[in-house]
Nanobody, 123 residues
Framework: QVRLVESGGGLVQTGGSLRLSCAAS????????MGWFRQAPGKEREFVAS????????VYADFVKGQFTISRDNAKNTVYLQMNSLKPEDTAVYYC????????????????WGQGTQVTVSS
């Protein structure tokens, strides 16, 4: 059974930082993109960032460029999201996803999803 398990969410003040982790088990994603999406209350889920199997090619949503950094460790089958300078509007459930073999921001291209981790940024 394939599982993606996120951790690292929590409550942080404006301007603070968090590092999310997503550990995959059940299969390796060393030839796939892995990514992060988020869903704020009352809003649709949106793409945040993704990273290719080479751990070099990355894609970011415009609203997080320069603020968030995605990385991965294929030996650990884990993807990370370093979030800095957090703002209240970053409050959301953050989901890890995996699957695509090409660069994409489409949710439907990601066949594997974690259960989500809550990030709350207080003002």
């Amino acid at each position: 059974q394939v599982r993606l398990v996120e951790s690292g969410g929590g409550l942080v003040q404006t301007g603070g930082s968090l590092r999310l982790s997503c550990a995959a088990s059940g299969r390796t994603f060393s030839t796939n993109y892995m990514g992060w999406f988020r869903q704020a209350p009352g809003k649709e889920r949106e793409f945040v960032a993704s990273i290719a199997w080479n751990a070099i090619t990355t894609v970011y949503a415009d609203f997080v460029k320069g603020q968030f950094t995605i990385s991965r460790d294929n030996a650990k089958n884990t993807v990370y999201l370093q979030m800095n300078s957090l703002k209240p509007e970053d409050t959301a459930v953050y989901y890890c996803a995996a699957g695509p073999t090409t660069r994409t921001v489409r949710e439907s291209a990601y066949g594997y999803w974690g259960q989500g981790t809550q990030v709350t940024v207080s003002s």
